[in-house]
């Protein structure tokens, strides 16, 4: 790291599905066997519709984790071309700065689509930190990203200090410890604010763009060659998700120059900024490992039959939140 790559973690090995969602293969053999049984007694027409219910699934957990890992890099990039000042961690700026694109630039999804994203990207952190201790792998207080556990803990910090009132009940879906909690409404304002900040650097130097000169961020794909990379190049660009940030970022920010976003085969699940060459390099590694974390989320969901969500509760007042528990 020389400080001109700066990654957005998961550092865990190479994430081929191939070959990860076996490794865990015989302490899941009883669930395995168990949906089994479910399905074949469910017959043929629940059987699809529990295949359609975990693509479903799989689909949003996988966009909602693309979409949070671009953000952080594009904060990334925001950072160095801006250069705004930054005490602490760039990582946790970083971090820091997607959450709050993240909950202010909703599009059509709404608040309830906005949660249910950010649920899946926290859900994605305390599965990589599970999966950690139960490998008995190094932890890793020496790097420059925060601990998986605790980038779970900053995202329920930021989305509850949002609005606590309204989303007191994220406390008890995350066990969110009050220590940290009474001060996350402080912690969300001061993000808030320099993201404004940045906005309104990026609004005063952009008087002086010409349509012409406006930069640009480009997207540019390489085929994902795992073995369901197909299906996962589908989702990408059918959902447009790339295309839409890298015209939020170009259109609200001053940047310098050109910036190019590509989707690579390279072998580490890993996302990264390189200001020399000014790209952001997404393996598909790492989409594929974010589909692998959805599977041992699913299989999570077979073994508690219940699974608690942060969606806003429809029956209740417009401003009322649950914890509702869904069975699959
Ligand atoms: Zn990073």
């Not at 801006?82 to 700026?93: C, N, Q, T």
């Not at 996350?184 to 906005?199: G, P, T």
């Not at 406006?214 to 085929?223: L, M």
């Not at 589909?291 to 699974?307: F, T």
Request: proline letters at 3%; charged letters at 25%.
């Amino acid at each position: 790291m020389n400080g001109q790559q700066t990654t957005s973690q998961r550092m865990i090995p190479p994430a081929d599905i191939a070959t990860t969602g076996g490794r865990r293969l015989y302490p899941c053999l009883c669930m395995i066997m168990l949906a089994a049984f479910f399905i074949f007694t469910a017959g043929h027409s629940s059987a699809r519709e529990t295949r359609a219910s975990n693509e479903e699934y799989e689909r949003l957990f996988v966009l909602a984790n693309v979409e949070f890992t671009l953000w952080h890099e594009l904060a990334h990039v925001v950072i160095w071309e801006m250069k705004p000042p930054v005490f602490g961690r760039e990582e946790d700026a970083a971090d820091n700065l997607a959450m709050i694109a993240e909950m202010r630039m909703q599009e059509s999804e709404g608040e309830a689509g906005m949660l249910e994203k950010l649920q899946a990207v926290a859900d994605g952190w305390k599965m990589e930190w599970r999966l950690i201790q139960e490998d008995e792998l190094e932890n890793a207080y020496w790097d420059l990203h925060a601990l998986e556990i605790q980038r779970y803990y900053n995202i329920a910090c930021l989305v509850y200090g949002a609005n606590p009132e309204k989303h007191a009940v994220i406390l008890e879906a995350t066990q969110l410890p009050t220590d940290r909690a009474e001060g996350c409404r402080d912690e969300y304002a001061m993000a808030n604010h320099a993201f404004d900040w940045l906005l309104s650097q990026g609004s005063h130097r952009m008087k002086d763009y010409s349509a012409i000169n406006r930069r640009v961020i480009s997207v540019r794909y390489e085929d994902n060659r795992s073995i369901e990379g197909e299906k996962l190049d589908a989702w990408l660009k059918e959902s447009g998700l790339v295309e839409r940030l890298a015209e939020a970022v170009a259109r609200r920010f001053y940047l310098p120059r050109n910036v190019e976003i590509s989707f690579e085969n390279c072998p580490f699940a890993n996302a990264a900024w390189n200001a020399e060459t000014a790209n952001i390099k997404f393996c598909h590694s790492l989409v594929n490992r974010f589909l692998y974390l959805a599977r041992e989320l699913q299989k999570d969901r077979l073994r508690q039959a219940e699974a608690s969500f942060w969606q806003p509760d429809a029956g209740n007042s417009e401003h009322a939140y649950r914890l509702s528990l869904r069975k699959d």
